[in-house]
């Protein structure tokens, strides 16, 4: 499933392409409610967590989920789209170009999005992380681990696998932890890391969670190679009710 910042970097892409100008075609077959009317303009092109949001003029909201399968692509007008026609779930064109939700199994038509159960997003900069530490308390029991917490979108949204894994080695927390023994100092801190690595990859590039070359982390994705800080070597596991691959250092996140 994509991470808040694929999302984000996704409206970034489609914004300046679609934004104030008037629709001249627009597609969703699978989607339930209705369409925008003809000759409508795009208000916006926005993130929330793991939802895209495209608002028109005449108030209708095209609501996007990607999950483990979408994406968005922005095409010139008349280039060959980069994935088969049949996948296309929404299509939003204007004046030379034209905007291609592909496999997305979330498509909704609607006038007020369903996203105000999420929790602070994230990716942005006026995140309320206190908000986020309080909602741990309000969704989570105190036997939930860790890992699940901050996949739980209604706590904060944006975090998946990847930061997950990666903001909890940055605070040395163990991601099986039980969340109700761990200090309300920290809850914050993994909560802020996590934020801090989602907004370092806003732009473009690949993601990197520490250094080294683009691309590095440092544990997500290295499975029984040596730690980059102790040399122990990480481990991955599937964990909670979604078994997401979950990974960390031993030493370095010793087990509570």
Known sequence: MPEGDTIHRAAARLRPALVGRTVVRFEAPRARGFPPRRGTTVDSVEAVGKHLLVTFGDGTVLRTHMRMSGSWRLVATGERWPRPAHLMRALVEVEGWTAVCFSAPVVELERRPRVDHLGPDLCRADADLDECVRRIDQFAGPEVELADVLLDQRIACGVGN???SEA?????????????????????????????????NLGPGRRTT?????????????????????????????????ARSTYWCPTCQPTP
């Open 162 to 164: 990847v930061y997950k």
């Open 168 to 200: 909890c080695f940055a605070v040395g927390l163990h991601p099986r932890q039980p969340v109700g023994g761990i200090d309300p100092v920290l809850r914050r801190a993994v909560i802020e890391s996590a934020a801090g690595l989602l907004q370092a």
């Open 210 to 242: 520490t250094s080294g070359p683009p691309g590095s982390t440092a544990v997500y994705g290295r499975a029984r190679r040596p730690c980059r800080r102790c040399g122990t070597p990480i481990q991955m596991a599937r964990t909670g009710p979604h």
